[in-house]
Nanobody, 126 residues
């Protein structure tokens, strides 16, 4: 059974930092690209950042460039999202996702991801 378990969300003030973690079990973590998406009530799920299976290629959405960093530790089957200089517009539920196909780069489309975590809430106060 595949499981993705996120942690690290919470409430911070504008300008603060959070580090999200996602531990994956039940699949060969090191063979798959990973990504973080976020979703606000009434809005579509939005790509935030992704990392290739090897970790050598990353992609971050324009609104988060220079503030968010994605990384992975294949030995721990864990992907991270370091979020700095947080803004109120970053408030959302953040989801970890694992690609459906092995050895791919990074796709910003949620349809390319087969397994999802339950989400962790991030709230940024102004």
């Amino acid at each position: 059974q595949v499981q993705l378990v996120e942690s690290g969300g919470g409430l911070v003030q504008t300008g603060g930092s959070l580090r999200l973690s996602c531990v994956v079990s039940g699949r060969t973590f090191s063979s798959y690209a990973m990504a973080w998406f976020r979703q606000c009530p009434g809005k579509e799920r939005e790509f935030v950042a992704g990392i290739s299976w090897s970790g050598t290629y990353t992609r971050v959405t324009d609104s988060a460039k220079g503030r968010f960093t994605i990384s992975r530790d294949n030995a721990k089957s864990t992907v991270y999202l370091q979020m700095n200089s947080l803004k109120p517009e970053d408030t959302a539920v953040y989801y970890c996702a694992a690609a459906g196909d092995a050895f791919t780069l990074v796709s910003p489309s949620y349809t390319d991801y087969a397994d999802w975590g339950q989400g962790t809430q991030v709230a940024v106060s102004s």
